[in-house]
């Protein structure tokens, strides 16, 4: 929420610098997060009209003749957009302009320029609050602007700006007239008074004694919409705003489209109202306010066509929709140029309607934002007053008394216990003093045997339960003015979850392994789910209630996240990666939703850019297998490697971490697809945990010398490595120390469809030395386990 210093000025007269009320406003809960000074960077501009205007033969230039009131001028410009009667920003001869440059009088082809006509840009007017018509060419003036004005005071250039950062349930602080009762409440703190917010007036249309709109109106779901006003305003002329609301738009920050939709803009953002205008002649029957059937459609004015559900509330006629109820109108009804009769919507919807409504279509707009926080509902009605006799003014006709569905219930007394506000804020507050409190922000109260009955005032939707208003009088007194005072409570010690403590032991593994910590969030979306092939798996479990479409999706996997990561480093050229990941993924298995830990690897690029000998080495396969090794040794896990197959990774350069037959992850190479030369690996640090040998005991070494033998086998081609690993382990030799792949041989003279694995055996006996034959014993067992399991053949030395 962004507000205009100047413009809280015109709504109540107070004393406050831009900076101390900034600060006045954060102490009572209305944060002010920045401060905003724009200056003009520009000197001697006035307002001209256009007299005259034609091109200058033989040239890409025009002439112009430009009225400042008193005197006129000639003006070369190379602008298509000028016509005559315009009404344009004119820099005077010595005027300066944005980029400091002063403007001189200067010959074109012969023709003596005296000044310059200006585009925004030239001004230094910020793009956002302008249309795209005011940003083409040379900045034409609203019709009615008078002429030779000095520009800073026809638009409110020099201002000073307050950033709002306002938590979701102050609604009462997210338009203009909400603050500026916010600085009335301050100044009768300060000046020892009640607030009296009846000095905010508003100019509105008197409809008394006139026709009612000849347009029924039903609301069929009260709990969703509690009020309905729609009034016919008929002969209305669609056009630019005039002057005086363009001036009102700019300090609003409010881009101009036109008078009709100017309006209901302004509405919204000065008095916290969104409004909507039909087409009248486009509606048909009657005007019906209901939820949306399942497989329903409308197509709104961002000429998107939406399919609906009965999470959607709708404003429809006999036809079917016309508008997404607080969220968006429909492009079918909209109000366009050759628009003569408007309906004029002003209602109130229900806040967790609107909330749900616009997130499931993933929809969210400025009406919908105020909607779902909560409007003023008793100045629901005014507001359509106030927004008609602005049409009026700018776009004539005749309008009609409004015909409403009015279900509002009177807002309802909130109860305070005096000792209930001491005991919570710890020390005593006397009624004295909380009726004072309760005079500053206005309420209306009454108090019987220190009991308050509390009636807030309506645009206080906030306000709804007691330790609502206990937060109100901490508000008026001062957070900082409660003394301090120290808990008095047992003093426990703390410990740590066993998983909590066991992720930090790896994490300063794998920060031992050289790898550096990312952290990503849990949410994601279905478009980076289904880029991966993994968004239509069961297992996924989507938000009912998201706050964007790109934050709808619980995360099934660490990979998401890792690699959207990788991608943005990549994208500024950081090509070496080494990071790891330790944080919660969630699944669905039928209707139970579990969460879990896991960890995660990602490697790309060079783990040396050069070694001594001007060689790079690069992350591979092999290297993040001994990563996950590593990891494994630390907890004294012994971990075996099988082929494995995911749709992100590629098909032959995977496998599935597995112990005892039970699945802790993966690692291998992301498929090329994807991105190339990248490896990923992911673990079940819950499993981790529960294998892990966490008690660490000394372990005895021998002292007797090893005995190594090597042994090449041959097995068909299709045979997992792992399995001939096994084999030798089941052979059961207590022996037998380590095991250790070092060659693997296809091709001749092996047989084809055949592959030779060769092993280094290391053996060692912690009672005495080894003899020889008590070896060749071994490695015939091993031979004969190997021959039974999986089929292989000893290969003998030849």
């Not at 905010?200 to 029924?216: A, G, M, R």
């Not at 005086?244 to 008078?259: A, E, G």
């Not at 991608?567 to 090509?575: A, D, F, G, P």
Request: with cysteine; charged share 30%; aromatic share 10%.
């Amino acid at each position: 929420m962004i507000v205009s210093y100047k413009l809280l000025k015109e709504l109540v007269d107070f004393p406050y610098t831009p900076r101390e009320l900034s600060e006045k406003l954060t102490h009572i809960g209305i944060e002010v997060e920045k401060i905003e000074t724009v200056e003009k960077r520009f000197e001697n501009v006035v307002s001209a009209k256009v007299l005259e205007i034609y091109p200058i033969e033989g040239t890409r230039l025009f002439k112009a003749k430009v009225d400042i009131g008193d005197s006129i001028f000639d003006v070369i410009t190379a602008a298509t957009n000028v016509k005559t009667n315009d009404i344009v920003p004119y820099a005077k001869v010595n005027s300066k302009i944005s980029d400091g440059r002063v403007i001189k009088e200067r010959e074109f082809e012969g023709h003596i320029s005296q000044g310059m006509l200006l585009s925004y840009s030239e001004l230094g007017i910020d793009s956002d609050s302008l249309s795209n018509e005011e940003k083409n060419g040379i900045f034409i003036l609203p019709y009615d602007t008078p002429i030779g004005v000095n520009f800073e005071k026809l638009f409110p250039i020099e201002d000073t700006y307050l950033e709002l950062s306002l938590l979701p349930d102050r609604a009462d602080a997210f338009y203009v007239l909400g603050v500026a009762r916010w600085i009335e409440i301050l100044l009768a703190r300060d000046e020892g008074r009640r607030a009296d917010f009846d000095k905010f007036t508003f100019e509105v249309f008197n409809d008394e004694n006139l026709p009612q709109t000849p347009f029924p109106v039903e609301i069929l779901h009260k709990e969703h919409c509690s009020f309905y006003s729609g009034r016919l305003i008929k002969n209305v002329t669609i056009k630019k705003s005039s002057y005086k609301l363009r001036k009102k738009l700019f300090s609003l920050r409010i881009r101009p489209i036109n008078n009709i939709v100017d309006i209901t803009n302004y509405v919204a953002k000065m008095y916290g109202q969104p409004l909507h205008a039909f087409d009248f002649d486009k509606l048909k029957g009657k005007i019906v306010v209901r939820l949306a059937r399942d497989g329903e459609k409308i197509k709104t004015l961002d000429e998107v066509e939406r399919n609906l559900t009965s999470k959607n509330l709708l404003i429809t006629d006999e036809t079917g929709p016309i508008a997404i109820a607080g969220v968006m109108g429909g492009l079918d009804t909209a109000v366009s140029e050759s628009t003569k009769n408007i309906f004029l919507e002003s209602a109130y919807f229900t806040p967790s309607t609107i909330s749900r409504s616009s997130r499931s279509l993933g929809l969210i707009t400025d009406a919908s934002s105020i909607f779902e926080k909560g409007v003023d509902p008793q100045f629901t009605p005014t507001a359509s007053l106030v927004a008609t006799k602005m049409i009026l003014d700018e776009g004539g006709g005749s309008a009609f008394k409004d015909r409403v569905a009015d279900f509002r219930k009177p807002k309802e007394s909130v109860r305070l216990r005096v000792n209930k506000a001491s005991n919570l804020l710890g020390e005593e507050i006397t009624p004295l003093e909380i009726r004072k409190y309760f005079d500053m922000e206005g309420f209306k109260y009454s108090e019987s045997e220190g009991v308050f009955s509390v009636i807030p005032p309506s645009f206080r939707q906030d306000i709804s339960i007691e330790e609502d208003l206990i937060e109100e009088i901490v508000r008026m007194r001062g957070y900082n003015e409660f003394a301090e005072k120290p808990i008095i409570a047992p003093l426990r010690s703390g410990t740590f979850e066993p998983i909590l403590k066991f992720n930090s032991e790896l994490r300063e593994i794998l920060l031992r392994l050289g790898l550096n910590e990312i952290l990503t969030s849990t949410l994601t979306n279905k478009e980076a789910l289904s880029k991966f092939g993994l968004y239509e798996r069961d297992y996924i479990i989507e938000l009912l209630n998201p706050l964007t479409e790109d934050m709808s999706v619980l995360r099934p996997t660490l990979f998401v996240g890792s690699y959207e990561v990788a991608e943005r480093n990549l994208n500024v050229n950081i090509e070496n990666l080494a990071l790891f990941e330790i944080g919660k993924v969630f699944l669905k298995n039928g209707a139970e939703f579990t969460e879990e830990y896991r960890a995660s690897i990602f490697l790309r690029g060079n783990r040396i850019f050069k070694n001594p000998y001007g060689r790079s080495l690069p992350y591979d396969y092999f290297y993040l297998k001994g990563l996950i090794e590593s990891i494994f040794n630390e907890f004294g896990i012994d971990v075996q490697f099988e082929k494995f197959e995911l749709p992100y990774m590629h098909p032959y350069q995977t496998s599935k971490v597995i112990v005892n037959d039970v699945f802790f992850g993966y690692l291998g190479k992301i498929n090329p697809d994807i991105l190339d030369d990248a490896y990923f690996a992911e673990l079940k640090i819950n499993e981790l945990l529960k294998a892990s040998i966490l008690d660490k005991k000394f372990s005895q070494f021998s002292i007797y010398p090893p005995v190594k033998r090597d042994i090449a086998i041959i097995v068909d081609k299709d045979v997992q490595e792992s399995l001939v690993r096994r084999a030798i382990k089941n052979s059961n030799i207590k022996e037998l120390k380590s095991i250790t792949l070092f060659d693997i041989y296809e091709g001749k003279p092996l047989p084809e469809g055949k592959k030779n694995l060769a092993y280094s055996l290391e053996f060692v006996s912690y009672e005495r030395t080894l003899q020889g034959s008590e070896v060749d014993e071994f490695m015939k067992s091993i031979e004969e386990r190997i021959i039974n399991e999986v089929g292989g053949v000893v290969r003998k030395n030849e």
